[in-house]
């Protein structure tokens, strides 16, 4: 069993550059290092939407890439999300995702098993 718990910014202002954690309990560092982690995102209205992985390697979604960075510490059962010159239109709430394998980098939520309580970003302008 994986416990992720997001550590959020709340409120931003657009162009800001906030960056999300996500810690992960209840797993040794090396079986962290074999589950693929991701962050995923859901807007008011919206379905939910991938944002970006990390298994293998890194992986952006398109509407975020260039932008958003995900990158993991494997010695602190962490995954981040940097988000860089942020727009109205990322504001949702993000969610952390694992699921064991690290060979590939998923981008579809029905692939992972386990998931965070989400944190709520905003985004002012």
């Given at each position: 069993q994986v416990q992720l718990v997001e550590s959020g910014v709340g409120s931003v202002?657009?162009?800001?550059?906030?960056?999300?954690?996500?810690?992960?309990?209840?797993?040794?560092?090396?079986?962290?290092?074999s589950h693929t982690v991701g962050w995923f995102r859901q807007a008011p209205g919206k379905e939910c939407e991938f944002v970006a992985a990390f298994g293998w390697i890194g992986w952006s979604a398109d509407s975020v890439k260039g932008r958003f960075t995900i990158s993991r510490d494997n010695a602190k059962n962490t995954v981040y999300l940097q988000m860089n010159s942020l727009k109205p239109e990322d504001m949702a709430i993000y969610?952390?995702?694992?699921?064991?394998?690290?060979?590939?980098?998923?981008?579809?939520?029905?692939?992972?098993?386990?998931?965070?309580?989400?944190?709520q970003v905003t985004v002012s302008s």
């Open positions: 202002q657009a162009g800001g550059s906030p960056r999300l954690s996500c810690a992960a309990s209840a797993v040794s560092g090396r079986t962290f290092s969610y952390c995702a694992a699921r064991s394998n690290s060979g590939k980098t998923y981008t579809n939520a029905a692939d992972y098993t386990y998931w965070g309580q989400g944190t």
